[in-house]
């Protein structure tokens, strides 16, 4: 089925049902889903931002994270952790990401969107620093500010194995405007600096990604794909062990050499 770029993707919306076998419940802004579940053995709660056609921000009624969203998560998040305080164990947070980027407009920018991803970023990063598994499952778009405030916080960022899954800092058509370039010429860009590429293999070998799912159909999940997921899910979330908070991991992706380097050099003259 082809889904309108105006309409935004289901692609999130039909995921997260699989998963909480429809038990979310509105968050704190109508195009937020949050359901408390378990998954696996694995008792975690379930965030999801969804195209919501009635937004009174027209700029985010495709799915795009904007002033409503980025507060909302915030405040959701914040009600997980204090809800947990006293726990030993900490449920994980699992964000279904589907998100086609951050809502542009004026709008947003004078009423403070930076301040708004701001506080979803923070939420998350609490919630990771108080303990709480974070796992982000890729469904769809994680573009630019949109995946930076609901998923990249996360300890393990899972992908469906699927072309329709991109992650990137802004929408091809969009990158090849501010670069003067046509979208063929980014594509032989991409084959030379993957940060620059679209495509999941790329940026697996940054350390972003930890595991790849392949699934029969990532537009209609039957119940061995839901299943797989699941399990992976759990393995993930399993694999956090208590005190694993950081995100250095990454680092350990075979084309961040650069990056490992510059830490390095940073650290000795910062010691010396």
Known sequence: MTISENSGS??????????THSAGREGPAPSLQVAEVNIAGQHCYVLLVKPEPENVFPRARA???????GWGIAQAIDSIIEANTQAMA????????????????????????????????????????????????LVGKAMSGGFLAHG??????LALGDEGVQVHAMGKAAAARITLRTEEELDQLASEIPPMAYDLEN??????LDA???????????????????????????DIKPGDVSLRRRLAGTNRKASRLVREMMRAQWDA
Do not use: C, T
Not at 213 to 238: F, L, T, Y
């Open 152 to 157: 990249y916080q996360a300890n393990r960022i």
């Open 10 to 19: 289901l692609r999130g919306r039909r995921w997260f049902d699989a998963l």
């Open 90 to 137: 900490k449920p994980a947070v699992i964000a279904v990401v589907d998100v086609p980027s951050q809502a542009y407009g004026r709008r947003e920018e004078a009423l403070g969107i930076h301040q708004s991803l701001a506080a979803a970023v923070s939420a998350y990063a609490r919630a990771r620093l108080a303990g709480h598994p974070i796992v982000s499952l």
């Open 63 to 69: 799915g795009e994270v904007g002033l409503l969203e």
């Open 203 to 208: 940026y697996a070998s940054l350390g972003m």
């Open 212 to 238: 790849l799912i392949e699934v029969s159909s990532a537009d209609s999940p039957d119940d061995q794909d839901v299943e797989r997921v699941k399990g992976e899910i759990a393995h993930a979330v399993s």
